[in-house]
């Protein structure tokens, strides 16, 4: 018999489906000592949230996560909501000594992670952040390539993260489903949104960053505001560019923004090393491209890795060689590993403070658009 393990859910969207379908698939295809139940989501609409509910098997709801995280049939806290509500919720889930999984970005800025950090290892609950990326097979089979001495040195990391979705000048900003264009809900805009998913992956692949010089542009400037009716202020970032030196000694571009006409989610990184090269693209996320320079000259070229044997990171819970997956299972992945972690007593990365390292980065890179220097990364 596996041991149940109660989720309490907060947040109804995107990401809530994404992880409620890990929740519920896991199971399935991974041999674990811990079944979740879908114990109760929390959403402020009744009528949505009872909907969210039913759609997706919750036995409960609640419209007030204070009710949700005060249960004491609830053993983990999944945070799906707005950015600027993940270090209330989370510090609150803590003490009530609840298990705390948490959408990304961590928190709005460096310092609030720092307090949501010390909320959950003074009481050593279980932790983790939802960046899913780690958990591609290519991804992750990237990071054993790494590690294995196959590239060398590395020489070279540049990553983009394009979308298109905001260039519309009529687009409001704020409420439920447009919270990522207030920068009061969001903290800030494709930095913290799509650039800190490259940058946790960098820095899992490649170590931290030393120092980063980047540059900013907001092209619509005032927007009206779903909530109150009336032109605001834009405040985040749609644009974000910057440069990165590794700790390791290389050089880094990083680039995000929603003006992209013609990009959904491109999301791409490219390594180039002393030995070997390696790319990957999330439009075809099932293949990883990889150069070898060691290989015999009159064959060396790029080589299109497709991943799906079993001896490939992930695969072997999955079907037989040759039949891919796609995006919603690198969250399985996720809730898989985190599981896994809980059975041995080893935590599943990125942890609270793991993600920690991101928001750092992200500091960095909004504060060195604003001063036009390049600024240091504060250390972990």
């Not at 889930?93 to 950090?117: F, I, Q, W």
């Not at 990553?159 to 990522?180: H, Y």
């Amino acid at each position: 018999m596996k041991e149940p393990l109660n989720i309490g859910l907060i947040g109804g969207g995107f990401m809530g489906r994404t992880h409620s379908n890990a929740f519920s698939q896991v199971n399935h295809f991974f041999d674990l000592a811990y079944q979740p139940v879908l114990k109760a989501v929390c959403g402020r609409d009744p009528k949505n949230v009872r909907a969210f509910a039913a759609k997706w098997g919750y036995q409960s709801f609640e419209t007030d996560w204070r009710k949700l995280v005060a249960r004491k049939d609830i053993d983990v806290i999944d945070i799906a909501s707005p950015n600027n509500t993940h270090a209330e919720i989370a510090i609150a889930a803590a003490k009530a000594g609840k298990m705390v999984l948490c959408e990304k970005p961590l928190s709005m800025d460096g310092p609030e992670g720092e307090t949501m950090v010390r909320a959950v290892e003074k009481v050593r609950v279980p932790n983790m952040v939802w960046y899913n990326y780690r958990r591609v097979p290519a991804v992750t089979l990237a990071k054993q390539l790494i590690e294995e001495g196959k590239l060398g040195r590395i020489f070279h990391y540049r990553a983009k993260f394009l979308q298109d979705w905001t260039i519309s000048p009529e687009l409001p900003q704020g409420g439920a489903g447009l919270w990522r264009l207030d920068v009061k809900a969001a903290g800030s805009g494709v930095t913290g949104d799509l650039l800190a998913h490259c940058i946790d992956t960098a820095v899992w692949l490649n170590g931290s960053i030393a120092k980063v010089n980047a540059m900013t542009e907001t092209f619509i400037k005032e927007r009206k505001h779903t909530l109150t009716g009336k032109v605001e202020k834009v405040g985040i970032d749609d644009a974000c560019a910057f440069l990165a030196r590794f700790n390791n000694g290389s050089l880094a571009t990083f680039e995000s923004t929603r003006y992209a006409r013609g990009h959904k989610a491109l999301y791409t990184f490219e390594i180039n090393g002393e030995h070997a090269s390696i790319a990957w693209d999330l439009h075809d996320l099932h293949r990883l491209q990889y150069f070898d320079h060691r290989d015999e000259g009159r064959v060396r070229g790029w080589r299109s890795l497709h991943i799906t044997d079993g001896d490939q990171p992930y695969m072997k819970h999955w079907w037989v060689p040759g039949l891919q997956i796609g995006y919603e299972h690198t969250f399985i992945h996720q809730v898989a590993d985190f599981l896994e972690g809980l059975s041995k007593g080893k935590p599943a990365g990125p942890t609270f403070r793991d993600a920690l390292e991101t928001q750092y980065v992200c500091d960095a890179v909004l504060r060195s658009a604003r001063t036009q220097n390049w600024e240091k990364v504060k250390a972990k």
